[in-house]
């Protein structure tokens, strides 16, 4: 156990917010560069972003999903890339701690270690001696460049006559192949490489059935003992995504509301677009999106915190539910962009202006099937219905 008390919600959320003005200054050379700044990288990794998830054993700050969810909502403040990074790299860094002991022990002798991964199980795997060989690829790999460790899904065929199985995986990044293709409209300091394993073998141990992930199975004892090692996997992934999509409204109202003063509204009567009635329903209209927002970011991580310190299972429609939620923080965060990014008038469309990233990045985010809206929202009205669901992500 830490020698030390570990942080509190409060003072994370501070580190975070205090990281914003860097996070702002290092946006656009992330996004030249379609990947974080090693500046932006050490600046999380001294705030103890990447600790978030870790056991306490480890020099983690074993941290629930709401304080995920309040400060990815600060870093989204500042850059949607950074605070999508951080975010993603929490939710395989809890699935590291599905692992044995000695898998754990591997992974987190890294300080500040990074662990990128997926959910697509784009490639296949074979049993050999002493655990198996992958061969396959993975797009959309956020963080890649900055990663130690990636988290893989490959099918599994047991060769024993049983049917194929996902099989979840912990491979270093040293073992891959890197493209680098990120060439993209929003979220581009993301970096969301392709990687590729060419007979990559991974040790036994290194491996587990996906489906004992997905239901938030741990084979460690010691986690099995740790509230937030207790969850299903995709409630725990969508909770710690919706804070970008939240930081970003934020971030968007906040440039609109430091824009206005001074500004006017061509060819109007309007010599102060702070006078004018249009504006005032524009921003009280955004501003109860964003609100409307932050209330189902707030049940999606109160949920899961709550239920995995009760230990009590899941019920269908709460899952469904779960997956609801995220998709309506994105469309709702979307929503109040598009409002203030209407209001902010003809000279928003230049590149430099901070609300033109943010339409981008909020696009490219409602395109992630665990968070897309419509997909969402159909799902947890099939299950309203009385319908199986037609998907094992849930």
């Given at each position: 156990?830490?020698?030390?008390?570990l942080?509190?919600?409060?003072?994370l959320?501070?580190?975070?917010?205090?990281?914003v003005?860097?996070?702002?200054?290092n946006?656009?050379k992330?996004?030249?560069?379609?990947?974080?700044t090693?500046?932006?990288?050490?600046?999380?990794?001294?705030?103890?972003?990447f600790?978030?998830?870790?056991?306490?054993?480890?020099?983690?700050?074993?941290?629930?999903?709401?304080?995920?969810?309040?400060?990815a909502?600060?870093?989204g403040?500042?850059?949607?890339?950074?605070s999508?990074?951080?975010?993603?790299?929490?939710?395989?860094?809890?699935?590291?701690?599905?692992?044995?002991?000695?898998v754990?022990?591997e992974?987190?002798?890294?300080?500040?270690?990074?662990?990128?991964?997926?959910l697509?199980?784009t490639?296949?795997?074979?049993t050999?001696?002493?655990?198996?060989?992958?061969?396959?690829?993975?797009?959309?790999?956020s963080g890649a460049?900055?990663a130690?460790?990636?988290?893989i899904i490959?099918?599994?065929?047991?060769?024993?006559?049983?049917?194929?199985y996902?099989?979840?995986?912990l491979v270093?990044?040293?073992?891959?192949?890197?493209?680098?293709?990120?060439?993209?409209?929003g979220?581009?300091?993301s970096?969301?490489?392709?990687t590729?394993?060419?007979?990559v073998?991974?040790?036994?141990?290194?491996?587990?059935?996906m489906?004992?992930?997905?239901?938030g199975?741990?084979?460690s004892?010691?986690?099995?003992?740790?509230?937030?090692?207790?969850?299903?996997?995709?409630?725990?992934?969508?909770?710690?995504?919706?804070?970008?999509?939240?930081?970003?409204?934020?971030?968007?109202?906040e440039?609109?509301?430091?824009?206005?003063?001074?500004?006017?509204i061509?060819?109007?009567?309007?010599?102060?677009?702070?006078?004018?009635?249009?504006?005032?329903?524009?921003?009280?209209?955004?501003?109860?999106?964003?609100?409307?927002?932050?209330?189902?970011?707030?049940?999606?991580?109160?949920?899961?915190?709550?239920?995995?310190?009760?230990?009590?299972?899941?019920?269908?429609?709460?899952r469904a539910?779960?997956?609801?939620d995220?998709?309506?923080?994105?469309?709702?965060?979307?929503?109040?962009?598009?409002?203030?990014?209407?209001?902010?008038?003809?000279?928003?469309?230049?590149?430099?202006?901070?609300?033109q990233?943010?339409?981008?990045d909020?696009q490219?985010?409602?395109?992630?099937?665990?968070?897309?809206?419509?997909?969402?929202?159909?799902?947890y009205?099939?299950?309203?219905c009385?319908?199986?669901?037609?998907?094992?992500?849930?």
């Open positions: 156990m830490p020698s030390t008390p942080p509190t919600r409060a003072q959320v501070e580190r975070a917010a205090g990281l003005p860097l996070l702002r200054s946006a656009a992330a996004a030249e560069d379609r990947r974080l090693e500046e932006t990288i050490d600046a999380l990794a001294d705030a103890g972003i600790k978030l998830r870790v056991p306490a054993r480890f020099g983690g700050y074993e941290a629930d999903t709401t304080t995920l969810m309040e400060v909502a600060q870093l403040r500042g850059d949607g890339s950074a999508w990074v951080a975010s993603v790299y929490s939710i395989p860094g809890w699935m590291v701690c599905m692992f044995p002991e000695e754990q022990e992974v987190f002798a890294t300080p500040n270690v990074r662990v990128c991964g997926t697509s199980p490639a296949f795997a074979k050999v001696s002493g655990g198996y060989v992958v061969n396959g690829k993975w797009s959309f790999i460049p900055h130690h460790w990636q988290e490959a099918i599994l065929d047991p060769g024993d006559g049983s049917e194929p996902p099989l979840m995986a270093p990044m040293a073992d891959l192949q890197v493209v680098d293709d990120w060439f993209a409209t979220l581009k300091g970096g969301s490489l392709t590729i394993a060419q007979d073998f991974v040790p036994a141990e290194r491996a587990l059935p489906p004992t992930v997905v239901q199975n741990t084979v004892e010691r986690n099995a003992r740790i509230p937030i090692y207790r969850a299903p996997l995709v409630p725990v992934s969508g909770a710690c995504t919706v804070g970008t999509l939240l930081g970003l409204a934020r971030a968007a109202k440039n609109f509301l430091e824009w206005l003063p001074g500004r006017r061509a060819y109007t009567a309007y010599s102060k677009q702070s006078d004018a009635a249009v504006t005032h329903l524009q921003v009280a209209e955004a501003s109860q999106k964003i609100d409307q927002a932050e209330f189902h970011a707030r049940r999606i991580t109160s949920t899961v915190d709550r239920k995995a310190v009760e230990g009590v299972p899941w019920t269908l429609v709460e539910r779960n997956r609801a995220v998709g309506e923080v994105c469309k709702l965060a979307k929503e109040a962009v598009d409002i203030l990014a209407a209001g902010a008038g003809g000279a928003s469309i230049y590149q430099h202006v901070p609300i990233g943010i339409l981008h909020l490219a985010a409602s395109l992630h099937a665990l968070i897309n809206p419509t997909t969402a929202a159909e799902l009205g099939r299950i309203l009385g319908l199986e669901p037609d998907t094992a992500y849930i």
